[in-house]
């Protein structure tokens, strides 16, 4: 079988971002594929920028992550310039820079989201080309396609943290059960006045829905657990 090594891969993700009354919800799927082999099962997609400000990154991995450094290095200079933290406009907006800048090379699209003194909580999605839009929530990623209807009912204005995270965590494990380039577990990151707060919820607490299979071991896992005696002639 002939492979063509420059054929587009599949870069599936499920990225979310949510505002509520006093701070931001990041969530994000952790599988990381190139076409249909899954190269990584449990990598992390929400990167920290600063203190008070992260991106969640979707599309190509290398690219997001050359973004992501590139502005972890400017905002450190920034930080040190003022004398306090950048506010999240600042973040994103050095993002959108970066990715407008260089919207020929890069194939990713990110959400910034974050909390400073100034205006709160703010979340911001930078798409593929340089875009910058601030919303009060934003998805990304290819499971994001099977989302769009589901935030538009359950999405509201003064939502609770925990309403909050709860609602970023079922989005995405519903984006898993649809979406073939999305999978693993679901991470959350919480940023408000307070500072930071990282979950990890894994792939078999998941919440299950429609035509999805209970998680079963292994076969591997099954034989390693049960004693094989050698047979005796």
């Known amino acids: 079988m002939d492979l063509d090594l420059n054929a587009p891969h599949s870069m599936g993700t499920t990225i979310i971002g949510v505002t509520y009354d ?3 919800v990041l969530g994000a799927d952790s599988r990381t594929s190139t076409g249909m082999y899954v190269a990584n099962r449990a990598s992390d997609k929400i990167t920290q920028l600063t203190d008070n400000v992260y991106l969640c990154r979707s599309g190509s991995a290398a690219d997001s992550q050359i973004v992501s450094d590139y502005v972890r290095h400017f905002l450190h200079q920034h ?7 950048a506010t999240v406009k600042v973040a994103a907006n050095l993002i959108r820079l970066l990715s407008y800048s260089n919207k020929n090379m890069l194939q990713t ?8 003194k100034y205006e709160g909580g703010k979340i911001y999605s930078v798409p593929l080309g340089g875009t910058i839009l601030e919303q009060p929530f934003s998805i990304g990623g290819s499971g994001s396609s099977y989302l769009y209807g589901f935030f538009d009912q359950a999405w509201k ?5 925990d309403e909050a995270e709860k609602l970023v965590v079922k989005a995405v494990s519903l984006a898993i059960a649809r979406d073939g380039a999305s ?31 209970e998680p079963h071991n292994s076969l591997l896992e099954i034989l390693s657990s049960v004693n094989i005696e050698p ?3």
Not at 79 to 85: A, E
Not at 109 to 116: K, S
Not at 157 to 161: I, L, Q
């Open 79 to 85: 930080t040190i310039q003022l004398g306090q933290p």
């Open 183 to 213: 999978g693993g577990v679901v991470r959350t990151v919480i940023i408000n006045s307070e500072g930071v707060t990282r979950n990890f919820y894994p792939g078999d607490t998941l919440p299950l829905w429609h035509e999805e299979l």
């Open 109 to 116: 699209g990110m959400i910034v989201g974050g909390w400073d």
């Open 157 to 161: 204005e003064g939502m609770t943290k």
């Open 22 to 24: 006093g701070g931001v």
């Open 231 to 233: 047979m005796s002639t």
